[in-house]
């Protein structure tokens, strides 16, 4: 088993939920205070700041705190580990596809002897 899929598990448990992959889809536009983010889900501000709470632990986001006024942010490369794991997930086949559409391409591109 791989050494990341500790951090697999809790960034995969921390998308499971509905809201919080509405805050990261938020996020991935620009940072924003949590009155803002909060503001379209139909729950209390302690309700939501627990969503907050489980994907900051998980590593997804970041937020810092001027004065009153918290702002949280999208942390780069948090989603990277999910990439990495469908990667692995490929089967041999796909992997053979993509090389034959590699193949085809270049082909397609090469002069023919007509060309020259």
């Given at each position: 088993m791989p050494k990341y899929y500790d951090e697999l598990?809790?960034?995969l448990r921390a998308l499971?939920?509905?809201t919080?992959?509405?805050v990261v889809e938020r996020l991935a536009m620009s940072p924003a205070v949590v009155t803002e983010l909060a503001?379209?889900?139909p729950m209390a501000l302690p309700s939501f700041m627990q969503h907050l709470s489980v994907l900051e632990n998980a590593g997804v986001i970041t937020s810092e705190k001027h004065g009153r006024v918290r702002t949280v942010s999208l942390r780069p490369g948090a989603l990277d580990i999910l990439h990495l794991w469908l990667g692995e997930q490929r089967t041999p086949a796909e992997h053979q596809a993509?090389?034959?559409g590699i193949h085809l391409a270049?082909?397609?591109a090469a002069?023919?002897?007509k060309d020259t």
């Open positions: 598990d809790a960034v499971a939920d509905p919080r992959r509405a503001a379209p889900f993509d090389r034959l270049r082909a397609a002069p023919t002897p």
